[in-house]
């Protein structure tokens, strides 16, 4: 459910689920009835923080179905104004699914951007710059759903 930034939540929403914040760019959506954020921000928001997600094993079985329904102009407005990490992070997640948007948002390495804490390295990229500590899967291996 999509709350806008700075408002408080139902209390009785509190009770029951754990709270993520992310101020999306993005107004959000309605789905049955609900308003939540669109899957452009949600990507977004993955590439933010990827700690917020609790089981990437269970992401990537819906992964690709969100960048299908992905808008491109959409995702490239959630991103606007957000940090070079944000872009790279972004980049290496779809750069199997979507290949088109990973080359224009990924950008030129600069310096390391770590995808989750950085205790245990999984994977590295020096195309990017980026260090993976946290995803169980490869993101440059998952089929192609959008793109070239």
């Not at 290496?92 to 699914?97: A, D, K, P, R």
């Not at 979507?98 to 994977?123: N, Q, Y």
């Amino acid at each position: 459910m999509a709350v806008k930034f700075g408002a408080r939540e139902p209390a009785g929403l509190v009770r029951k689920v754990q709270l993520l914040r992310f101020d999306a760019g993005l107004d959000p959506v309605t789905r049955r009835g609900v308003p939540v954020q669109g899957v452009e921000s949600l990507l977004v928001h993955m590439a933010v923080r990827p700690a917020h997600v609790r089981s990437w094993r269970e992401v990537v079985e819906w992964l690709g179905d969100l960048v299908v329904e992905a808008v491109e102009d959409d995702v490239l407005l959630e991103l606007e104004d957000r940090p070079r990490t944000v872009r790279v992070r972004l980049a290496y997640l779809l750069q199997g699914l979507w290949p088109d948007v990973s080359e224009r948002i990924g950008g030129e390495a600069t310096t390391k951007v770590w995808f989750g804490p950085g205790r245990t390295l999984r994977r590295r990229g020096q195309r990017w710059g980026f260090a993976d500590s946290v995803l169980p899967f490869d993101p440059a291996v998952l089929p192609r759903v959008r793109g070239r």
